[in-house]
């Protein structure tokens, strides 16, 4: 099994639904991040949790929330998906001895607004 | 804000060398990584390198790093058709809680066998 496991793989939905995309870890790591990736752009943080208690905004965090249901899992929700949010998403762990010798990734959500 | 910047694109013919370059912004930089995306499939850590380092071997990769200039180099001997992938520059400060790390655009390998 995969460290970090993302769920969906695909999404296709429409303009103003709510969708919420899914990650679990079992590196044991307390901190989980959330990136979107764009052509020409690189990754961008959305969303980073230190550990359960702990959730802050990143770089690009407006139309989304995110929820740190346990350490091991760390969701993020689109409350009124737009166009303009067709992306790939990211989500990346890190903690622990390793926690300064980079980003453990999942393979990434890739979803379509319509 | 910080900044890493990569070219977009880079074309190698088989067996030849690759060189990717980078370059960033924030002098407190202290750890410094690249990434490697294949296609369909999430970021993986290839390697990393310590600022107080100039420069670190690891099979076929060499990583330089020019902490003057701010200048992060990926080398890749012997360039694979597996090699094709986007390689992703970047850099964190040792700001001692967390780690924010800023990535580069990335860099598409193109291997042409």
Not at chain 1, 58 to 80: C, H, M, N, T
Request: glycine content about 8%.
């Amino acid at each position: 099994d995969a460290d970090v496991t993302q769920t969906p793989r695909n999404r296709i939905t429409k303009t103003g639904k709510r969708i919420m995309l899914e990650c679990s870890q079992t590196k044991g790591h307390d901190r989980m991040y959330w990136y979107r990736q764009d052509p020409g752009l690189g990754l961008r943080l959305i969303y980073y949790s230190f550990d359960v208690k702990d959730i802050n905004k990143g770089e690009i965090s407006d139309g989304y929330s995110v929820s740190r249901q346990a350490q091991a899992k760390f969701s993020l929700s689109l409350e009124s998906a737009i166009p303009n949010q067709t992306a790939l998403y990211f989500c990346a762990t890190s903690g622990g001895a390793e926690r300064n010798y980079g980003y453990t990734f999942g393979s990434g959500t890739r979803l379509t607004v319509v | 804000g910080e900044d890493v910047e990569q070219s977009l694109f880079l074309s190698v013919r088989e067996g030849d060398s690759s060189v990717i370059n980078c370059t960033y912004t924030d002098s407190s930089s202290t750890y410094l990584y690249w990434y490697k995306q294949e296609p369909g499939a999430g970021l993986q850590l290839l390697t990393y390198i310590f600022s107080n380092m100039d420069m670190k071997q690891d099979q076929r990769l060499t990583v330089l790093l020019n902490k003057k200039d701010k200048h992060l180099s990926l080398r890749i001997a012997d360039t694979q058709t597996g090699d094709s992938a986007i390689y992703f520059c970047a850099e964190s400060p040792n700001s001692g809680g967390y780690q924010k790390v800023t990535f580069g655009t990335g860099t598409k390998l193109q291997v042409i066998p």
